[in-house]
């Protein structure tokens, strides 16, 4: 009986330390991981084989080069066929983006202009750049930590070495906020004039602006300033004279 009564002793110690043992803290930051990766991912412009060809298609198209070095590439600033991405405020650049990689084409700065300032209109705040222009090298550099990062050369080469391609962010963005890009976008890219990507490594939108775009641009503006002028002279035709 005794060895027995110590039996049920012993169990019940251990269940009852085993009831109050202090448990191992949870940090927060643990919690804010695991609510990430829980996040659904499911973009409307999603990565792909068959995208990386199209935009390498373009880039032939157009006969542009891809940029070996930092020799080409300031000598294609100073020529003028890449332009300076300028902060407006609408539009702002991602502080850690050397200054020297803050160019594009010109068609493309364009595109950055219109969907920036439209972007504001819309919600008050920037749009920011986070990447932009990219040589050869700077790329295999990008290759050796980022396996996601599309290849230096070949069919499928990262579009950034033409410099008609920019990275926005879209990391902190709110619902309506990438929906809203995802709306602009799509109009554009049935029309063959940009091609899109959402990058979920980087959590950014990868965009490939094709050089039709600034005829497209000019026609655009050319019919706004025609439909003003028009509905300027039907008012002026109903005013009614003071007499």
Not at 67 to 94: C, F, H, M, N, Y
Not at 108 to 116: A, E, N, Q, V, Y
Not at 131 to 141: E, Y
Not at 200 to 212: E, T
Request: aromatic share 8%.
């Amino acid at each position: 009986m005794r060895k027995n009564a110590t039996l049920v002793i012993f169990i019940l110690a251990i269940t009852c330390f085993q009831a109050f043992a202090v448990r191992p803290l949870v940090t927060p930051r643990y919690h804010r991981i695991h609510r990430f990766r829980r996040v659904r991912w499911n973009p409307v412009f999603r990565p792909s084989h068959e995208s990386l060809l199209l935009q390498n298609a373009e880039i032939d198209r157009l006969n542009l080069p891809r940029i070996r070095d930092d020799k080409q590439l300031e000598a294609l600033k100073a020529s003028g066929d890449l332009v300076p991405i300028i902060p407006t405020e609408a539009l702002r650049i991602q502080p850690s983006l050397d200054p020297n990689r803050r160019y594009c084409r010109q068609w493309t700065m364009d595109f950055l202009t219109d969907i920036s300032q439209a972007y504001y209109k819309e919600f008050g705040d920037q749009i920011q750049v986070n990447s932009a222009v990219r040589t050869v090298l700077v790329q295999k550099k990008l290759r050796r930590h980022n396996r996601n990062a599309a290849p230096e050369s070949g069919e499928t080469a990262s579009s950034h070495l033409a410099g008609l391609t920019v990275d926005l962010q879209r990391r902190g963005l709110t619902k309506a906020q990438i929906k809203w890009i995802q709306d602009y976008m799509r109009p554009l890219k049935d029309m063959g004039l940009i091609e899109p990507e959402e990058e979920r490594r980087h959590w950014c939108f990868h965009i490939m602006v094709g050089g039709a775009y600034d005829q497209y641009r000019a026609t655009k503006m050319l019919a706004e300033k025609q439909d003003s002028s028009k509905a300027l002279l039907e008012i002026t035709a109903l005013a009614v004279p003071v007499q």
